[in-house]
T-cell receptor
């Protein structure tokens, strides 16, 4: 079974709809991240959480919110989706321990299309 | 603002040759560096990380770090068509205490 899972894997929605993307992990890591990826733009950090009580904005948090329900779960919400939020979304985790502690492990991604 | 720069490519390399991927970073305080491979439409997967100046080898892959020049590279020996992917470089400022800053990636194509 995959260590980092994301649901749904694909989603098509309409402008103005609220949508939630979910991420779960069985790696036991404290740190979780949400990224979006657009063609040619690399990975852009939306939000990150270093533990259950810690939430931080990334580079492009406007229009997004998150919830860290438990160590293993980190959800991303689009309150009112717009077409330029069409992208590939990745969740990632890291353990923050020792020299390799910043190594991030990625989920399979959610392809979101906003019409 | 911390930046990690990569040539977007595409970089085309004949099968069996050495592919050389380069990355520069602006934050002199960066401590550890990561190379990820990403196939189209898939998630990034870690190839290797490096934190000491010099070379680090893992199979066909060698990462090279030069902190004085703020330069990281990845060499792929005996390139295979399956190595065709986008390669992402990332940097972290403090061990275990920082998020990663990613470059935009270099697209590599291995020509059979």
């Amino acid at each position: 079974d995959a260590d980092v899972t994301q649901t749904p894997r694909n989603r098509i929605t309409k402008t103005g709809k609220r949508i939630m993307l979910e991420c779960s992990q069985t790696k036991g890591h404290d740190r979780m991240y949400w990224y979006r990826q657009d063609p040619g733009l690399g990975l852009q950090l939306i939000y990150y959480s270093f533990d259950v009580k810690d939430i931080n904005k990334g580079e492009i948090s406007d229009g997004y919110s998150v919830s860290r329900q438990a160590q293993a779960k980190f959800s991303l919400s689009l309150e009112s989706a717009i077409p330029n939020q069409t992208a590939l979304y990745f969740c990632a985790t890291s353990d923050g321990i020792n020299l390799a502690g910043d190594t991030q492990y990625f989920g399979p991604g959610t392809r979101l299309t906003v019409l | 603002q911390k930046e990690v720069e990569q040539n977007s490519g595409p970089l085309s390399v004949p099968e069996g040759a050495i592919a050389s991927l380069n990355c520069t970073y602006s934050d002199r305080g960066s401590q550890s560096f990561f190379w990820y491979r990403q196939y189209s439409g898939k998630s990034p997967e870690l190839i290797m990380f490096i934190y000491s100046n010099g070379d680090k080898e893992d199979g066909r892959f060698t990462a090279q770090l030069n902190k004085a020049s703020q330069y990281v590279s990845l060499l792929i020996r005996d390139s295979q068509p399956s190595d065709s992917a986008t390669y992402l470089c990332a940097a972290s400022a403090n061990f275990g205490n920082e998020k990663l800053t990613f470059g935009t990636g270099t697209r590599l194509t291995i020509i059979p």
